[in-house]
């Protein structure tokens, strides 16, 4: 059965920083590229960033870049996103998803699997 269970998530005040963790298991972790995607409170699903399965290509949204990092530990079947100077317009509800195969664009993603969510929170 595959599982992603995200976890990292939490309360930050503005310009803080959470990493957040995915971890995969029921299938293998470096057959496939993966992304980050979000849904902000009333608001539809936003993409966020995504890696290739060897963690050799990301890429990331425009409102992300320079902020947000990505990257895969494959040993140990993790996901990460490392997000630094947080915004309010940030909160919103995180989630990994496996795209259908290894390799991965910034334009065009296809998902097979989800995981549940963790929340994030900017506020003073």
Excluded at 92 to 98: D, E, H, L, T
């Amino acid at each position: 059965e595959v599982q992603l269970v995200e976890s990292g998530g939490g309360l930050v005040q503005p310009g803080g920083s959470l990493r957040l963790s995915c971890a995969a298991s029921g299938f293998t972790f470096d057959d496939y590229a993966m992304s980050w995607v979000r849904q902000a409170p009333g608001k539809g699903l936003e993409w966020v960033s995504a890696i290739s399965w060897n963690g050799l290509s990301t890429y990331y949204a425009e409102s992300m870049k320079g902020r947000f990092t990505i990257s895969r530990d494959n040993a140990k079947n993790t996901l990460y996103l490392q997000m630094n100077s947080l915004k309010s317009e940030d909160t919103a509800v995180y989630y990994c998803a496996r795209e259908t195969g290894p390799y991965c664009s910034g334009s065009h993603h296809e998902y097979d699997y989800w995981g549940q969510g963790t929340q994030v929170t900017v506020s003073s």
